[in-house]
């Protein structure tokens, strides 16, 4: 609180920023929150916006204006609010409190340490029992005769961003690892991510070889051999690098660099000014002492690169996408030009078409694939869970979606405080990585929307608590900074809050039957395929959103026609308290209509289909024919004609005991006889055919 200049600041305004619409209101400032509550002058529910500290990306102060002085914020859930305050001095105090309350210095001063949702201990540590990794890899089918849990890190000493319970080839000495993780950047040497039990194949990731131009290290070559031999239905292990292969052209230091050979290694030329670059990432990092596997050195492994940019591309990008879309007036022209110039959503469909590729390899081929990019934490994550997701229905529900996030991402040390700024980090190590591989789920949503049980909102609302920093699940780099910082003893669950709010994020149009006929998903990466998300990016612009919600509409349906159901079922548990039997219900359908019940409820068929016109001309003549024979027939037939129309080629007596589609077939017939050209009835509708 002793950095809250002024708490309370009245008559503000706040602008929206696609109109020009704005709300009177008072202004609060508290320890974890900035408050707008709007003035309540027609008592009428008033407009409250609740922004959290932690979410404020930046605030800006602009010069002041006749009206007022403006303050912008940016938040890192894409809201933008826009005050105007009437007193410049007021303006300033909330921006340099802002200021101070947005940067926390230390982990012990974000909002999860404060946190209390008003439960016991008790109730905390069952929350973060929710999710139990070792009951996940049971159910994979692991450990087995190929596969084994290993404590070689159980005290962080090889890798100290691996969680401690790591699974790798039965075969795999401790020596042998601890080898390979010394030839790996960051120590992350392979291990097992996922099992894919009907095929024996296994996805593992890890980081980049330590390899340079030429150096190469036996255990970690007799690691990748273990991890191929553990898979006896194919010969031979893919190495995905996540990195791009590229040609391009650039200087560097008066060298000229050419490919040559089949594992991409290069000649240096001096004196020469341009060079020609391939796997120019992965060179870069050659050059430094890393790099990639060397086919020569490793048995049976087939290398390829995938081709997805590194963390300062994508910043760049998706800072260029809310350029673009918060920018007033713009032509669709120019809104189109700009969202394609920021490369987002080709971003986001590289990333999914090398999670295809993963499932292509596993599901289809049966081998087992090795998935890495520099450090192995930021774009083999993105790879290896989107991968597991399209290859298990599991991870398409909504409690398996947590344990692929909780595997994938928090246990082997996505750098969510770096990624997510939550310190105050170096501005070069913020990116959106986790943003997009939410991005790319709800992308798949779209193609495939029977087969999520969660909604976009459960997607959203995952991305919110990201940068909220209200629960521990997401604090810190890896495992063992929260250990270190206690998250289980201080903080609270994400995924207990989720679990107890799982109504509000049912998809429904989700089907189990179609995840069990559908076990892989098969996305199609065709550019028409791929859609801007609003709902991600213009969450909070209410006025750009649509006046009815489908999935809203949807939602209310379902829920009214189960309350419906509700009541059938008790009424008839009343009528059977009062021994009294329901005429019809669903364990006794009613029995099928007989044909003599079937042309006495079909309506007759018309005189005409236009403003009673006869349909042909020889309809016309046999109706002709038809009223001669009716007049030589008796005074009890022609009162039956007057009752009901007699149809072609019949008495009106016959067409009361024939049905209406046993007359029509032998009229067809008859005409069929008598000239090439027949009149068929299909519903009502007169069609020619020769």
């Not at 995905?240 to 594992?263: A, G, L, W």
């Not at 409820?601 to 024979?629: C, Y």
Request: hydrophobic share 35%; proline share 5%; aromatic share 10%.
């Amino acid at each position: 609180m002793e950095h809250i200049r002024t708490p309370k600041v009245e008559q503000v305004r706040l602008l929206d920023r696609f109109s020009n619409k704005s709300t009177n209101g008072t202004l609060y400032l508290t320890a974890t929150h900035l408050i707008f509550v709007e003035s309540n002058s027609n008592n009428s529910a008033a407009q409250e916006v609740w922004i959290l500290h932690h979410h404020i990306a930046s605030v800006e102060k602009l010069s002041l204006t006749t009206t007022g002085c403006p303050l912008v914020i940016q938040c890192r859930n894409f809201r933008v609010v826009h005050f105007v305050v009437q007193r410049e001095r007021d303006c300033h105090d909330i921006y340099s409190s802002l200021l101070r309350l947005l940067r926390p210095v230390a982990y012990e001063e974000l909002y999860a340490f404060s946190y209390n949702p008003k439960q016991n201990d008790q109730q905390r540590e069952e929350g973060w029992q929710l999710i139990d990794l070792g009951a996940e890899y049971e159910r994979m089918g692991v450990p087995c005769d190929q596969w084994q849990l290993t404590d070689v890190n159980r005290n962080y000493k090889v890798c100290e961003t691996y969680p401690r319970d790591l699974y790798v080839p039965i075969t795999a000495s401790k020596p042998i690892i601890v080898g390979s993780s010394k030839f790996r950047s960051k120590g992350r040497f392979p291990v097992l991510t996922y099992f894919y039990q009907e095929k024996k194949a296994a996805v593992c990731r890890c980081s980049q070889p330590l390899s340079g131009f030429s150096a190469r290290c036996l255990e970690d070559e007799s690691l990748l051999q273990a991890i191929s031999k553990a898979n006896h239905n194919s010969r031979f292990l893919y190495v995905m690098d996540t990195r791009p292969k590229v040609s391009k052209t650039c200087e560097v230091q008066n060298h000229y660099i050419i490919p040559f050979s089949r594992n991409n290694s290069v000649l240096v030329f001096e004196g020469l000014t341009r060079v020609s670059v391939l796997q120019l990432n992965a060179l870069a990092n050659r050059a430094a002492g890393k790099g990639y596997e060397n086919e020569d050195n490793y048995s049976n492994i087939r290398f390829q690169f995938v081709g997805i940019e590194n963390i300062h591309v994508m910043r760049a990008s998706l800072q260029k996408l809310l350029e673009v879309i918060g920018t007033r007036s713009l032509t669709m022209s120019d809104y189109l030009v700009g969202l394609d110039s920021s490369g987002w959503l080709r971003h986001i469909k590289a990333v999914l078409d090398a999670a295809i590729s993963l499932a292509k390899a596993v599901t289809v081929e049966g081998a087992s694939v090795l998935v890495h990019c520099s450090d192995g934490w930021d774009r083999t994550a993105q790879v290896c869970s989107l991968g597991a997701l399209l290859m298990d229905p599991y991870y398409r529900t909504i409690k398996g979606f947590m344990v692929l996030i909780e595997k994938d991402w928090i246990s082997f040390g996505h750098k969510f405080a770096d990624r997510c700024d939550q310190l105050g980090a170096d501005p070069k190590e913020v990116s959106p990585i986790f943003t997009q591989f939410l991005e790319c789920v709800w992308q798949l949503t779209e193609q495939f929307p029977q087969a999520f049980e969660f909604s976009e909102w459960f997607l959203l609302q995952i991305h919110e608590h990201i940068h909220s920093c209200q629960y521990g699940n997401f604090l810190g780099n890896n495992q063992r900074q929260r250990e270190e910082l206690r998250i289980r003893e201080r903080t609270h669950s994400l995924w207990a809050y989720l679990m107890s709010e799982t109504q509000n994020y049912i998809n429904p149009f989700y089907s189990p039957a179609f995840s069990e006929s559908h076990p892989v998903l098969e996305p199609s990466t065709l550019p028409y395929n791929f859609k801007f998300w609003r709902n991600m990016y213009h969450q909070f612009d209410r006025s750009m959103h649509p006046r009815q919600s489908i999935l809203k509409t949807i939602l209310t349906l379902r829920e009214k026609s189960q309350k419906a159901e509700t009541a059938v079922q008790a009424l008839e548990s009343r009528l059977h308290e009062l021994g009294v039997t329901p005429l019809a219900t669903e364990d006794s359908p009613a029995p099928p209509p007989t044909r003599d019940h079937l042309s006495s409820t079909l309506p007759p068929r018309p005189d005409s289909l236009i403003l009673g016109a006869p349909i042909n001309h020889k309809e016309v003549l046999q109706q002709d024919e038809e009223e001669e024979e009716a007049g030589e027939v008796g005074d009890e037939t022609a009162e039956s004609t007057d009752t009901e129309r007699t149809v072609e080629g019949s008495s009106g007596t016959e067409s009361r005991k024939q049905s209406y589609g046993e007359l029509e077939e032998a009229y067809s017939s008859d005409l069929a006889k008598e000239e090439p050209a027949v009149v068929s009835l299909e519903f009502g509708v007169a069609r020619m055919t020769c």
